[in-house]
């Protein structure tokens, strides 16, 4: 079956969940990136991104946070951009671990992969991997220019979260050495790291997100600026990761609940794909234990189960065409 919902319904339903949600009090900011543990717990914004490049957007969606895991997603999509899925599936691997988004057991246990570029381990392979090869700086650039792409403007490191972050990725140091010792990494491990530990520190706002994720939604076009980014072909593969492991063990319990491909990142914010129809996000620093936030993940299941957007169901929902207008 098919059910069309028009902008207006999208608007609604996103305010509906910022009333229903801006009270909730559960969680607590990640706190072993010392910068995370000072932004103000009480910020909490929700934004979506329609195809015709509608960009809706209650609370702080303009309060740049820490992209964090988040950027997994198009680090993952840049690598089989330029190279092919089939090489990322056999460098990397597309399986969830089900463990912590920074364990070593996943490593040791499935030591001839690192399972998936949506947890450390692989998205330190992945930045390996991305051209130029060798060269830091250019790979920089390629990273940026990529989520610049996807969000549809500019975006920036926030300095102080990449200190703090530098300072303090012990964990991070041993993966990027252990998966040397497997021949899972294709760079300088120590520069590899630098450019995932870089990459988590950008700053983007809910607004960002949203239109990230509507751009992988909408096959790799922008809505927004109309710009291709990707290849179509990536954004089915890109949303079966998210969908399998995108808030690392609680994926089964999320995908359960709402049937939304989504990504989380400690800095508190959650991008989801609804393939075909829209990019949705929310942003609230409070965590549960997995690492993923709480309010964030009360608004978009709310947002989902009010829309139909679940990825299973039997009700598709897809964007009403636009009335042509009246002469
Ligand atoms: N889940 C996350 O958002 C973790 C990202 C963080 N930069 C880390 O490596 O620990």
Known sequence: ????????????????????????????NADYIPYLANVPSNLFGIAACLPDGEVIAVGDTD???GIESVSKVPTAILAMNQYSAQEMLDKIGADATGLPFNSIMAILLENDHPSTPLV??????????????????????????????????????IDELYKSETATNFNNKSIAWLLKNYNRIYDDPDMSLDIYTRQCSIG?????????????????????????????????KIASLMATVGFYEHTGDWLFTTGLPAKTGVG?????????????????????????????????AYVAGHLNLNIFGTTRCVMAEKEPAKA
Request: glycine content about 12%.
């Open 63 to 65: 309060y740049k946070f």
């Open 204 to 236: 983007v706002t809910a607004k960002q997100l949203a239109t990230m994720a509507a751009t992988i939604a909408n096959g790799g076009v922008n809505p927004v600026t109309k710009q291709p980014v990707f290849k179509p072909e990536l954004a089915p």
């Open 120 to 157: 450390n381990a692989g998205a330190i392979s992945a930045c390996s991997m991305v051209k130029p090869v060798g060269d830091s700086d250019g790979k920089w650039k390629s990273i940026v220019g990529f989520i610049e792409g996807l969000a549809g403007s500019q975006v920036e490191v």
């Open 268 to 300: 508190g914010g959650i991008m989801g794909v609804v393939p075909g129809v829209m990019g949705v996000a929310a942003f609230a620093p409070p965590l549960d234990e997995a690492g993923n936030s709480v309010k964030a993940q009360k608004a978009l």
């Open 1 to 28: 079956m098919i059910q069309k919902i028009d902008n207006a319904t999208v608007r609604e339903a996103v305010q509906q969940a910022y009333e229903r949600c801006k009270n909730e009090t559960g969680g607590k």
